[in-house]
């Protein structure tokens, strides 16, 4: 019985983090902690209010978002410094969800139907916990990621344009919110510009020469402080007003089938997505601070996170790498940073918000341009253009599919377009053709190795990728063309498989092929160092047998050893003109 607890106790201690964090923690990092809490909740309180904005909600559930978000995380995330909470790319995408479904509905609908697709991220992320499917992240590329960071980041900033001019906003696409500005720009009210672009230079500037200060919690307590001396609101600046701060309701948001069927798509695209970019976020603080990172257990913690917020009436939150970010370079050691801000910002939500009733609008639109402008990665596309072209190409497809097409179509087209290019490397890889250096051990490729040189009657052919369906005719016309134009004739092709790790059924039928029409022309296939994946298609499918057991070498130069010495008996005569070589391939 006791043996029993025992394992069910490590068990609750392998899903619930949090729990061993708890359990080692030192009081030597209650110091850094709390004061990265503090400075992370300063920070939390603008950002939430103004993604609230964003999402479409009451101001204070982006509050309490944060708070259920960080809670929630710090017991089943498996990063130390991840900050999970409201993020302005996934309110864009929930906002663009659930905006056409609640079109003309009462303020109680649309806080339902977001609480709903904080809901379904939940159980989808929580799935793909189950499933251990944290290798779906892969398939987001870093030039996608890019792409997308870059693309997001303009159209927050694009939403915020009419704010800063203090303008009303119609339009819901990039390029509209930018038309619309610029249309009318001669309408801008000049007091609540000049106060917006002061805002953006003082957050530039603390940034650049105070980056611990809490430069968005400095901004609204200054800002409403104006509001309240300067009466900005009689002068036309628009402010925040009333705030409704009332703990949110506890429970089941309203789940109909309609409704999921239509969130479905988004649902999955943010649990994805927040995924990708939080684990990705994870892992650079995980490598940083030495500190092992489950990346299955992320999709967990997602999960729970999610599940909070959409059982206190919110929506759906994700990673933050502006928060994060402060958290590592505060000295934050452990997820009891998420816990003390989290307390932090209940505090001001139960018992400070009527303080922000002067708080002017464009100060919020101010904060979330600023760090927009600061989430964009403009260099790192540049540097992938110097390093491959085609990713960085791939980045910018991606930003631009953002802007255009939205949020979730882009980035499925990217990743569209990268598993395009990849089947495209696929299916023509890189080969070589092989041949021994004086004086250096080995087989090279001809092509980059000038002194190279090639036995006469032997053709060595490495193809530097699976073998299957997409390349496989490729192969037989690399082959046959290698032995047409061969100066001397081919006796002996042999296929260096030593990079193929997988032959399927179509590419087992094409070396077939090749190996009865090499045999018609009098030219022996053999295959050397193929892998246990090649070597058991290769029994399955008889055409070991049919190559000849003779004919499949451990090594290259296994190979070549075998063809001189068959060349030799067949002259009469101690074989000669290379000399046998270890098996490396260069």
Known sequence: MKLSAAKMWQAVRRGVPGLRLAEGYSGRWFRADLLSALTIGAMLIPQGLAYAQIVGVRPAAGLYAGIAGMLAYALFGPSRHLIIGPEAGAAIL????????????????????MALLALMVGVLSLVGGLLKAGALADFLSRPILLGYINGAALIIIGSQLARLFGLERKADDFAGQVYEVGANVQRA?????????????????????????????????????????????????????????????????????????????????????????????????????????????????????????????????????????????????????????????????????????????VTLGAIVMVAAVYLMEVRSIVDLWRVRPVEAVLAVVTMVGVLVLGILQGILVAVALALGDLIRRAARPHDAVLGTREGVPGYHDIERHEDAETVPGLVIYRFDAPIFFANARHLREEARALVAGA????????????????????????????????????????????????????????????????????TVGAAVRSFLELRAGAAGQPHGGVSPTPPAVH
């Open 189 to 361: 009210h000049l007091p609540t510009l000049l106060l917006g672009v002061g805002i953006i230079g003082v957050l530039v500037l603390l940034r650049r020469f105070l980056p611990r200060a809490p430069g968005p919690l400095i901004l609204v307590v200054l800002t409403t402080l104006a509001g309240q001396l300067f009466q900005l609101a009689h002068g036309g600046v628009k402010v925040v007003g009333e705030l409704s701060a009332a703990p949110p309701g506890f429970g089941l948001p309203s789940v109909q089938f309609g409704d999921v069927r239509a969130l479905l798509p988004a649902a999955f695209s943010l649990a994805l997505v927040n995924y990708a970019s939080s684990v990705l976020t994870g892992r650079i603080y995980a490598d940083k601070f030495r500190y092992p990172l489950d990346s299955n257990q992320e999709f967990i913690g997602q999960a729970v996170a999610n599940f909070a917020t959409a059982f206190t009436q919110g929506f759906p939150v994700t990673g933050s790498d502006s928060r994060s970010a402060v958290n590592a370079s505060m000295g934050g050691k452990t997820q009891w940073v998420g816990v003390m801000a989290s307390v932090v910002v209940l505090v001001f939500a139960l018992f400070l918000t009527p303080l922000l009733r002067n708080l002017p609008m």
């Open 94 to 113: 929930a906002a663009a969800a659930v905006a056409p479904l609640a079109a003309g509905a009462d303020p109680a609908r649309y806080a339902s139907l």
């Open 487 to 554: 100066q001397t004739p081919v006796r002996w092709f042999v296929l260096d498989a030593s990079a193929v790790f997988d032959l399927d059924v179509t590419a087992a039928e094409g070396l077939e092929k090749l190996r009865r029409e090499f045999e018609e022309e009098g030219v022996v296939l053999g295959i050397a160092e193929a892998r246990a994946p090649m070597r058991r298609m290769l029994r399955r499918t008889g055409l070991g047998e049919r190559i000849g057991r003779e004919n499949l070498h451990p």
